[in-house]
T-cell receptor, first 115, second 113 residues
Framework: DVKVTQSSRYLVKRTGEKVFLECVQD?????MFWYRQDPGLGLRLIYF???????EKGDIPEGYSVSREKKERFSLILESASTNQTSMYLC??????????????FGPGTRLTVT | GDSVTQMEGPVTLSEEAFLTINCTYT??????LFWYVQYPGEGLQLLLK?????DKGSNKGFEATYRKETTSFHLEKGSVQVSDSAVYFC????????????FGRGTSLIVHP
């Protein structure tokens, strides 16, 4: 059974802290994605990566950075957490160029609260 | 650019009622189409997909047909259950271009006993 795991389901951090969200997939997928989900706004793409050490900005990259040192792991970093980054964070992965339908597989999400 | 429009919710139904959630799309290429479901407190999971015109995707009693002439991919179920209460997302991936899918805003479904 394919699986995407995220390091925490719930996280509470203080304003100004550096926050790391980890995501691991076991499907040997080339592509990995970080989204945030907020009520009424749907899914918004923060960053994605199509290969190890490669990254591309999504729609809302400000205040975030990412790291992909290994194919199976994609980390989202909040350099200095702020209250407006309180949200549900979803990681996803998908096949790369060889795939046909590019369906995504999602992790369970991390609900981050910044106080 | 690509876009997906789905009906706003919440959709509120009684158990065993018929469900339709409308989804229309615009795409520059020849997309694959998807429905994802998100149960409370969880991530999204793929519900069904269709990769070419007139394909019908189906799973767990849900189905949707890829209609190229009307650029639609409406989700239907003949008899909903309380356990179907969730948020449903329509999405497309344009195989000729980006790896990044385009999602609709999501439609919340609430099923009452």
């Amino acid at each position: 059974d394919v699986k995407v795991t995220q390091s925490s389901r719930y996280l509470v951090k203080r304003t100004g802290e550096k926050v790391f969200l980890e995501c691991v997939q076991d499907m040997d997928h080339e592509n990995m994605f970080w989204y945030r989900q907020d009520p009424g706004l749907g899914l918004r793409l923060i960053y994605f990566s199509y290969d190890v050490k490669m990254k591309e900005k999504g729609d809302i990259p400000e205040g975030y950075s990412v790291s992909r040192e290994k194919k199976e792991r994609f980390s989202l970093i909040l350099e200095s957490a702020s209250t407006n980054q309180t949200s549900m964070y979803l990681c996803a992965s998908s096949l790369g160029a060889g795939g046909v339908s590019y369906e995504q597989y999602f992790g369970p999400g991390t609900r981050l609260t910044v106080t | 650019g690509d876009s997906v429009t789905q009906m706003e919710g919440p959709v509120t139904l009684s158990e065993e009622a018929f469900l339709t959630i409308n989804c229309t799309y615009t795409a520059t290429g020849y997309p694959s189409l998807f429905w994802y479901v998100q149960y409370p407190g969880e991530g999204l999971q793929l519900l069904l997909k269709a990769t070419k015109a007139d394909d019908k995707g189906s799973n767990k009693g849900f189905e949707a047909t890829y209609r190229k002439e009307t650029t639609s991919f409406h989700l239907e179920k003949g008899s909903v259950q309380v356990s179907d209460s969730a948020v449903y997302f329509c999405a497309l991936s344009d195989r000729g271009g980006s790896y990044i899918p385009t999602f609709g805003r999501g439609t919340s479904l609430i099923v009452h006993p």
